[in-house]
């Protein structure tokens, strides 16, 4: 069983800068997908960024240019730094690990709220 936990989320002004965290607990495979989604109140859950095992990340259109997101292998963690923050950036930001055959697991999210 994996878990994975989410930090480094709060309150920042527009045009800050957040880095968020998520660590994995469990066996992690060779191959797997990391994701960043975030679900903003009323909202359906949306893909911001993915990093697969290979090294090919991917983001929404959205966030292009801004985010960006890195793993550390080691310490079985994923990263999502966010710069030029937006106040339609504010959402519950959630974690996913995906690996084949065993499914994928999701974090408990953790909040962003840009505002002035």
């Known amino acids: 069983q994996v878990q994975l936990v989410e930090s480094g989320g709060g309150l920042v002004q527009p045009g800050g800068s957040l880095t968020l965290s998520c660590v994995a607990s469990?066996?992690?495979?060779?191959?797997?997908?990391w994701g960043w989604y975030r679900q903003a109140p009323g909202q359906e859950r949306e893909l911001v960024a993915t990093?697969?095992?290979?090294?090919?990340?991917t983001y929404a259109d959205s966030v292009k240019g801004r985010f960006t997101i890195s793993k550390d292998n080691a310490k079985n963690t994923v990263y999502l730094q966010m710069n030029s923050l937006k106040p339609d950036d504010t959402a519950d930001y959630y974690c996913?690990?995906?690996?084949?055959?065993?499914?994928?697991?999701w974090g408990q999210g953790t909040q962003v709220t840009v505002s002035s």
């Open positions: 469990g066996t992690i495979l060779s191959v797997y997908t």
């Open positions: 996913n690990l995906k690996m084949p055959l065993r499914g994928a697991y």
């Open positions: 990093l697969s095992s290979g090294g090919t990340t």
